[in-house]
């Protein structure tokens, strides 16, 4: 009987789960942190991947258009998809592998730990501070603006700085379910009343409405690489996988996890462009909850508050507010944070893996994934270069454009009042 030595090793990984290669000897009195089933694999999954990238997607297909929108968004899911296959094929073949920073000593040594380890932590500050600045939106739309907004990014980072301290992820589960609810709920509730409403509330009330939608964009260079950096963003989880994997009780039910998570969020993440953007065009609103009305972006953000919540604890003890720029955060933090997390190392892990396996008698799927991967490292570099130009860019237009408003602003940044 043939017995594939992938099989062996996930097999070892779940019977030794008391000396794990990762957490060391796990006994009955200390916490087990190899306990997350498929289902809350997913949960885990689905919320570091919707959440904050969700609300900005109507904006990016009013920047490139609407075709040429859902054009990039499908190919940033098919590459990212690969690369968060990536991170459970290579988990399994190093167990000792916890998070992306292993990768990077693995294959790079400790300058690459370094690298990766400071864009991890980059993006999750950054997609925390995002978090932080929209719960402070949301506490602004359900108040009418009741407080400072300053005060209300304070309590932002308290509750999530009190809650995100937790030891294991099989205790946040529950909450990244309730946050997936939460954010997919409210985001289908502004979507159905955006495709009933009169007009958006932005929108001009003299003249009689008529949805400007672009099939096709014009966007600037700095526009567009932005644009496709907030749907690298929107996808941008690939970096916490690995930690999750690691806490799975049966690593084989990974990929299971995976095709559930990318199918719904990439499902999702269509719907929601497509319809707020057909109706509202260019008055769409970011985040995208503000394109309903203000009686609709209350029960919104009412209803996405769990999620808010979720979102910045899932990115844990982090307090970034020093851009409060909503687009401006989201489309930084995916080009420069978040091609470096779910491209370049995931081209790199494939070739680690198969170059010297298969470079003496190539075959052609070798030599076909030799150039995918190549590909993969090439092209995320680029956004990654490209992609940070146009979000400064955008971050210091919107600046400009806003008055050169602070971020410990008390003004209302939920256009409520």
């Known amino acids: 009987m043939n017995v594939d030595p992938e099989d062996m090793q996930v097999v070892q990984m779940i019977e030794t789960r008391l000396n794990d290669a990762v957490f060391g000897e796990m006994g009955e009195k200390g916490p087990n942190f190899r306990n997350v089933g498929w289902i809350g694999t997913t949960a885990l999954m689905m919320k570091t991947q919707i959440g904050l990238g969700v609300l900005a997607l109507p904006s990016v297909f009013d920047s490139v258009g609407l075709i040429p929108g859902v054009i990039l968004l499908c190919a940033v899911a098919g590459v990212t998809t690969w690369s968060d296959y990536m991170v459970g094929v290579f988990k399994v073949k190093h167990r000792a592998v916890y998070g992306v920073d292993d990768v990077g000593q693995l294959i790079f040594g400790r300058v690459g730990k370094e690298v990766l380890a400071i864009a991890f932590m980059g993006l999750y500050v950054m997609s925390a501070g995002s978090a932080m600045l929209s719960l402070s939106i949301c506490f602004n739309s359900i108040s009418d603006h009741g407080a400072c907004t300053a005060v209300f990014v304070a309590a932002a980072f308290i509750l999530v700085f009190v809650l995100s301290s937790v030891r294991t992820l099989d205790r946040v589960g529950w909450l990244a379910l309730i946050g997936v609810i939460g954010i997919i709920t409210a985001v289908f509730t502004v979507t159905i009343a955006v495709g009933v409403q009169t007009q958006p509330e932005s929108a001009p009330h003299d003249v009689e409405w008529k949805s400007d939608y672009k099939l096709f964009g014009n966007p600037t260079f700095s526009q567009g690489i932005s644009a496709v950096s907030s749907l690298v963003f929107a996808f941008a989880g690939t970096g916490a996988f690995f930690p999750i994997v690691a806490e799975m009780r049966d690593p084989r039910l990974y990929p299971r996890a995976l095709a559930v998570c990318q199918t719904l969020i990439t499902v999702v993440y269509l719907v929601v462009g497509i319809v707020v953007y057909y109706y509202c065009g260019s008055y769409v609103a970011s985040p995208a909850l503000g394109s309903a009305g203000k009686t609709m972006k209350k029960i919104a953000y009412g209803i996405a508050l769990p999620g808010l919540l979720a979102s910045g604890i899932l990115m844990a003890h982090v307090s970034s507010n020093a851009i409060p720029v909503f687009n401006g955060i989201v489309s930084l933090a995916g080009a420069l944070f978040g091609t470096l997390l779910c491209f370049q190392p995931m081209g790199c ?47 210091i237009d919107s600046h400009a454009a806003n008055g050169g408003t602070s971020a410990w602003s008390c003004a209302d940044n939920s256009n409520s009042s």
């Open 349 to 395: 892990m494939w070739l680690y893996d198969n170059w010297s396996r298969g470079k003496d008698a190539p075959t052609l799927r070798w030599r076909l994934m030799v150039g995918w991967s190549i590909f993969v490292i090439v092209s995320g570099t680029f956004l990654m270069i490209a992609g940070t130009y146009g979000a400064i860019v955008g971050i």
